[in-house]
């Protein structure tokens, strides 16, 4: 079930994100973050009147999505970059997927014009779950970050909507 996040979802939330940050290549961070972080990041997007998702399976934060602004400038005002991450435990249930579903239908009832992902090159998962909504590639940066001693290309995608 998707359902807007709550401050009791942010011990799993920030599980979900700190194993991502120690085990992955989606986000190019290399500390993990304290609970006491997680709960300013909730509290200045809901300040924001960002979406705030989370995917409950039974009690347990199965994944989470949210979008903010691309950038932080008034001519972006229309332009959300979306972050969606899914538990290691519920890969391949379509979670993802749901949760970007969810986030597409709440942008265009907020008036988002576009939608913009940043993903690793190597992450084909994400880019194919991507693809089959709509988004289309728009351009690589190469050599954006650096993590697991490795130089990594970040890919952007975006989703125009009406």
Do not use: C
């Amino acid at each position: 079930m998707i359902r807007l996040m709550e401050e009791k979802d942010l011990p799993g939330v920030l599980d979900i994100y700190n194993d991502i940050i120690l085990t992955s290549k989606a986000v190019y961070r290399y500390e993990t973050q304290s609970l006491e972080e997680k709960r300013q990041w909730f509290k200045e997007q809901q300040t924001l009147g960002n979406p705030l998702l989370v995917f409950d399976e039974n009690g347990i934060v199965a994944g989470f999505a949210t979008y903010s602004q691309f950038r932080p400038y008034p001519g972006y005002k229309h332009t959300m970059e979306h972050s969606v991450y899914v538990h290691k435990d519920h890969y391949q249930k379509g979670i993802a997927s749901k949760l970007m579903q969810e986030l597409i239908r709440i942008a265009k009832k907020q008036g988002v014009k576009t939608l913009v992902a940043g993903i690793d090159g190597e992450n084909i998962g994400s880019i194919k779950v991507h693809e089959k909504l709509g988004f289309k590639y728009v351009g690589t940066i190469k050599n954006a970050g650096y993590k697991f001693d490795q130089w990594l290309n970040l890919a952007f995608y975006q989703l125009q909507l009406t």
